[in-house]
């Protein structure tokens, strides 16, 4: 699995929403045909543009500090293809979100479109879905 394309740029990007680093995640993500991601209440955010998607990580990372959330994934299922300019994965994982003592697993599923630029892999569009919530 960790051998296959994009894993180890899929694992940075679940890493910047750990680390709610903004900086490190918009420089990986173009996001040409925007987003669709999980929004904090498990249902669906969608943004059609960069300025969208800046606003989207710039409003759930200050959420997430105010709340003192943790979060973090871990990736369990991953397959991916790669061309000479673009390529794809898709990638099962659990999105864990502490606040306090309250503990929650949101398993989700993503395909990523990746894109080859001058500056190496970007991501060109996300799509995320929520499969499920356990409380721990």
């Known amino acids: 699995m960790k051998n296959k394309p994009f894993y180890r740029l899929t694992e940075t990007l679940l890493n910047c929403v750990r680390d709610h680093n ?4 918009s420089q990986l993500c173009d996001d040409d045909f925007g987003i669709i991601d999980i929004n904090e209440t498990g249902g669906t955010m969608v943004a ?7 606003s989207w990580f710039t409003t759930l990372f200050d959420k997430l500090k105010t709340m003192g959330a943790e ?13 000479a300019d673009m390529g794809y994965s898709v990638v099962f994982f659990n999105q864990y979100l502490q606040v306090g003592e309250v503990k929650q697993c949101f398993k989700a599923t993503s395909t990523i479109i990746w894109k080859k630029t001058s500056e190496g892999w970007k991501e060109a569009r996300y799509h995320g879905s929520l499969l499920g919530v356990e409380e721990i």
């Open 22 to 25: 903004f900086q490190d995640l």
């Open 48 to 54: 059609r543009n960069r300025k969208e998607w800046e």
């Open 71 to 83: 979060t973090w994934s871990e990736i369990t299922e991953y397959d991916a293809m790669e061309g």
